[in-house]
């Protein structure tokens, strides 16, 4: 069985170790960043809230990667020093153990990526008759308000029910370890410093081919970074590829992950509107995950999180909300809950002639 380490392992890739059985003969071994060495021994739901995974944490790096065939470095906001990622990377490397970053973090440590310029010259090409091409699947978006909102978890959770159901699912994913799970990585222009245009452009003819060679039912694109900044000191990219994707490719369903709060149904309405005008898809499915922003009073820079357990968050994720809002809201972590929605999802599609053309 091939191992797979994590580091370090957080509330925005737990995900990867959470969904290990749905990896091809492969275990997850989920590795704390220093900072979190008293959670040594605890089990994955300390980090995630979820239910009780059987999958404990390590603190210990150079013993949890022993016997390791590739690690996954994410960016973290709990190392603070590039030292560090350098440090944990020469040992894997002294151990022959295959590294991959996250893009993030690549970014942060200023590495240089998989040359891609062949792919994208060629989706340049395509782009020429300057028009958008039909996308003749239904199409899933999972989009987030911010990093910690468990869109990855929704994302995969979303590709396990739908292929029980006996669907083909081709997937884009929103984070790079989803390639792990058979998702397409977002593509790096997306990133890039060209214009929105050709991003639109570029990105359709990118879900154009996916589409083509793979024949699927159903497409689910995770949507990389929040739909709009938090405030003016904390931009998150300002929602700026959320829209460029989003114009690209005309989603049937939307998914909106948002941390839990005490919301009204008039805030579900706006956020509704939102992404009608903003992102070409009215947004009437929302995730709300297991924890809560907490404004760092000494730093109004930087936004604290706080863990929550999935009991107390589906115990109250409702509150002021009507049965008959046409919202559906619910949490990945509670079987039910996510049941539920998904079903919901498929019943909607089924329902237009136009679309879901496989399943059981």
Do not use: W
């Amino acid at each position: 069985m091939k191992k797979i380490a994590l580091f370090p392992i957080q509330k925005n890739n737990a995900a990867l170790a959470r969904y290990q059985d749905l990896l091809a003969d492969a275990q997850v071994v989920p590795i704390l960043a220093p900072a979190h060495v008293s959670m040594d021994g605890q089990d994955l739901s300390a980090i995630d809230g979820g239910s009780h995974a059987g999958i404990s944490l390590h603190a210990d790096f150079e013993d949890a990667i022993e016997g390791c065939d590739l690690l996954y470095l994410d960016d973290s906001p709990f190392l603070f020093h590039d030292e560090s990622y350098e440090k944990v990377r020469k040992i894997a490397q002294d151990k022959n153990i295959r590294v991959i970053c996250a893009r993030t973090l690549s970014e942060r440590l200023h590495l240089g990526g998989e040359d891609k310029a062949a792919v994208e010259k060629e989706l340049e090409d395509d782009i020429h008759r300057n028009r958008l091409a039909a996308i003749d699947v239904p199409v899933i978006s999972v989009l987030t308000m911010g990093n910690e909102n468990d869109q990855s978890h929704v994302e995969i959770g979303l590709r396990k029910f739908f292929i029980q159901q006996g669907y083909r699912v081709s997937q884009i994913g929103s984070q790079e370890f989803g390639t792990l799970f058979g998702f397409h990585e977002a593509p790096g222009f997306l990133f890039a410093n060209i214009d929105g245009k050709r991003k639109r452009l570029m990105f359709n003819q990118f879900v154009r081919r996916i589409v083509k060679e793979e024949h699927p039912d159903l497409l689910i694109i995770g949507v990389p970074e929040a739909v709009m900044k938090y405030n003016n000191r904390i931009l998150a990219g300002m929602g700026d590829v959320p829209c460029i994707m989003m114009d690209a490719v005309q989603s049937d369903i939307c998914v909106l992950c948002t941390c839990c709060m005490p919301y009204t149904e008039e805030y579900f309405k706006e956020l509704s509107l939102f992404g009608r005008y903003r992102l070409n898809c009215e947004i009437t499915y929302f995730h709300i995950s297991n924890s809560m922003v907490m404004n760092e009073e000494d730093d109004q820079d930087r936004l604290e999180h706080l863990p929550l357990d999935m009991e107390f968050v589906v115990s109250h994720m409702h509150d002021g909300i009507r049965p008959d809002s046409g919202f559906e809201i619910f949490n990945s972590y509670s079987d039910e809950s996510a049941e539920k929605a998904y079903r919901r999802m498929e019943q909607e599609l089924a329902e237009n002639p136009e679309v879901m053309r496989g399943g059981a």
